[in-house]
């Protein structure tokens, strides 16, 4: 069971990235998976999950209307577009993903992704 982010970079305020994970030997179709972010001296945190069951998306707020979660289950990947970047978006991105449920409750509880990547660094000045 294997994540790998690709995409990350540096990139000016107001510009865009596009983040990729693609799994392997990930149950896509029956599970949660997204994106996390942390930066050193703050907790990690939960930016953007999609539950591959149903394609409902979840959000933390301060990224909603800025940043966009998709799924493509035949390949077991997950992206994340990233518009109107800003400073206090520069962190390591980490991809995670759920193996043993979906749903609602699974996919905003932190505890419940038992696979990570290896994070991306996402720089904005």
């Known amino acids: 069971v294997q994540l790998v982010e690709s995409g990350g970079g540096s990139v000016q305020a107001g510009g865009s990235l596009r983040l990729s994970c693609s799994g392997s030997?990930?149950?896509?179709?029956?599970?949660?998976m997204g994106w996390f972010r942390q930066t050193p001296g703050k907790e990690r945190e939960r930016v953007a999950i999609?539950?591959?069951?149903?394609?409902?998306?979840y959000y933390a707020d301060s990224v909603k209307g800025r940043f966009t979660v998709s799924q493509d289950n035949a390949t077991a990947t997950v992206f994340l577009q990233m518009n109107s970047l800003q400073p206090d978006d520069t962190a390591m991105y980490y991809c995670?993903?759920?193996?043993?449920?979906?749903?609602?409750?699974?996919?905003?509880?932190?505890?419940?992704?038992?696979?990570w990547g290896q994070g991306t660094q996402v720089t904005v000045s």
């Open positions: 995670a993903a759920t193996t043993t449920g979906w749903g609602p409750i699974v996919c905003v509880t932190d505890s419940a992704y038992n696979v």
């Open positions: 030997d990930i149950p896509s179709g029956r599970n949660c």
């Open positions: 999609v539950d591959t069951f149903d394609g409902t998306t």
